[in-house]
């Protein structure tokens, strides 16, 4: 059996509730989940498709972050940012139930704890050197250095996207510290948790599910973020909060409509989420409508790309985006910025077929540029080790 056609099967069956009310099922079959064998596969994916995925998430991510370069309408960008990260998180509960241990939680602290602190004492230096440069220069800026160390140190610990915002103002990095305890989370659980332990992570994700991921714009729920994101070790709130999303998404699929889908419900589905993006588009940021939207975009948009993951494997570009996703996540935001401050300098980017040819230039660069990160070996060991043996170099 070749690798590409091994099925990741972590579902099983659950008991049956004859007496349990409706309005409660998704409840409960959302506590059972941990209870799943490895033997079922009424959810499967290959590694093929799950590479695919990946690549087309983060080829939406880079869309998203090109914008100034690029200049897609601001709503259909915003639709992105509805479900592009969401369906990274929703993705690895597609995956193997794996053993939460000692050592797993140093390979996801290896794979993606280092690179952020790494990355961020970088972006980071350049806030303290940038003033003592201007100083030698005779153009000397005011700085607090005490006060710009004590936030940074409060910004590397919460690792959320306004602490990171007011202490290096390159955001991306958030995801990194959100995937780190997700995993962990997940591992959790899976494995350790008892069923009232999972009750209370559901139950407070699903209140941070609402006010980190579909509460965004409404005014009065901005200062309420911002507080929370504010105060969230390793962004441990709003990876409860993805867990609760992930764990609602994968019962969905495995309703017996869902999961025994026909061709006629794939389609229905696809323009339910074109409907969604019309309707985001026409309803104001602050409006209730809005959230509504935010809830069901995620869910709909990976059960979209799920079902047709047979299609998006099959594209060739799509897996070597997805073989090299989070080198490409890592090295995507510094090169969107420096393509779309310097170019428009020298060419004009008011045609559209100007604006895609250079979106394929971005593709290219950010693609080339983590290969070529991954031929330094100093680099590729700190920044892509893949567990904590390899980032010590026992492997």
């Known amino acids: 059996m070749s690798l590409n056609s091994v099925h990741w099967c972590p579902r099983s069956t659950r008991p049956s ?12 079959e959302i506590l059972d989940y941990a209870q799943k064998t490895k ?28 914008q100034p370069l690029i200049q897609i309408p601001g709503r259909v960008r915003s639709f992105i940012y509805e479900f592009h990260v ?43 050197i940038a003033p003592c440069i ?35 103002e390159v955001r991306y990095l958030w995801f990194l510290p959100v995937m780190f305890s997700f995993l962990f989370l997940r591992d959790y659980y899976n494995t350790v948790a008892s069923k009232m332990n999972r009750a209370i ?10 006010i980190l991921w579909v509460c965004l714009y409404p005014p009065y729920f901005i200062e309420i ?46 323009f339910t989420l074109v409907a969604i993006l019309s309707l985001y588009c026409m309803t104001p ?3 209730v409508y809005r959230i509504i939207l935010n809830v069901i975009t995620p869910i709909n948009a990976f059960m979209v790309i799920y079902y047709y993951k047979n299609i998006l494997s099959s594209l060739k570009v799509l897996r070597r985006f997805g073989e090299h996703s989070f080198d490409i996540y890592i090295v995507q935001t510094p090169i969107c910025i ?8 020298f060419i004009s980017i008011d045609s559209a077929i100007v604006r895609a040819f250079l979106f394929l230039i971005v593709l290219a660069v950010c693609y080339y540029s983590a290969q070529l990160l991954r031929h330094i070996k100093i680099v590729n060991r700190l920044l892509f080790s893949r567990t904590w043996d390899e980032l010590m170099g026992k492997k």
């Not at 420096?338 to 300098?345: A, N």
Request: net charge positive; hydrophobic share 50%; charged share 15%.
């Open 285 to 287: 940021k602050s409006s």
């Open 86 to 128: 969401h369906c990274f998180m929703i993705l690895p509960l597609l995956y193997p139930i794996k053993q939460l241990s000692k050592g797993r939680i140093k390979n996801y602290f290896a794979r993606l704890m280092v690179p952020y602190i790494l990355l961020f004492l970088l972006f980071f230096s350049g806030k303290i």
């Open 225 to 270: 973020k911002e507080t929370v994101m504010d105060w969230s070790p390793f962004s441990i709130w709003q990876a409860l909060g993805a867990l609760f999303m992930g764990l609602t998404t994968v019962v969905l699929l495995e309703k017996s409509y869902f999961s025994n889908i026909s061709k006629a419900l794939k389609i229905v589905l696809l």
């Open 201 to 210: 992570l559901l139950l407070i994700g699903a209140i941070f599910y609402f």
């Open 17 to 28: 509730m004859p007496y349990c009310p409706k309005s409660l099922r998704l409840k409960y």
């Open 134 to 168: 201007s100083y030698l220069s005779g153009s000397p800026s005011h700085v607090n250095y005490v006060e710009t160390i004590i936030r940074g140190g409060h910004s590397l610990i919460m690792g959320g996207y306004f602490p990171l915002g007011n202490s290096i």
């Open 39 to 66: 033997d079922m596969n009424k959810l499967s994916i290959t590694i093929n498709e799950s590479t695919a995925i990946k690549g087309l998430l983060i080829i939406l991510i880079i869309l998203g972050h090109a």
């Open 338 to 345: 420096i393509m779309y401050t310097i170019i428009p300098k």
